[in-house]
C-alpha cells in the first residue's frame, strides 16, 4: 500500500491529524481502525503544548514517514504507530 497522497502538503499539526484518519481508514480490519482512531487522538494531545515550530515541523515529518512506513508494509496486523 503505497502512501497516501497529500502527504507533502502537510504543515500543520491539524492537517497531519487528518492524514493520519484518512490513512486510518486505509488499514485493513474495523479492530484496528478502531484502536487507532483513539491512540491518533491520544498522540495529539501528548503534543499539544508544544510551541517550538522547529520541533513541530520535526514531529510531522518524522510521524509521515513513520505512518507510510506502516501504510507501505501492508499493515497485515499493525496499528499506525506515530510519535
Not at 4 to 10: C, M, Q, R, S, Y
Not at 29 to 45: L, M, S, T
Request: charged share 30%; hydrophobic share 35%.
Amino acid at each position: 500500500m503505497a502512501p497516501l497522497p497529500g502527504a507533502e502538503f502537510v504543515k500543520r499539526p491539524w492537517q497531519l491529524y487528518r492524514y493520519f484518519l484518512r490513512c486510518c481508514k486505509e488499514l485493513p480490519g474495523q479492530n484496528v481502525q478502531e484502536h487507532d482512531r483513539p491512540a491518533i487522538r491520544q498522540r495529539f494531545k501528548v503534543h499539544a503544548d508544544e510551541d517550538d515550530p522547529a520541533r513541530i515541523r520535526q514531529i510531522i515529518q518524522r510521524a509521515i514517514e513513520d505512518a507510510d512506513w506502516v501504510m507501505g508494509k501492508g499493515a497485515h496486523s499493525n496499528t499506525l504507530n506515530i510519535f
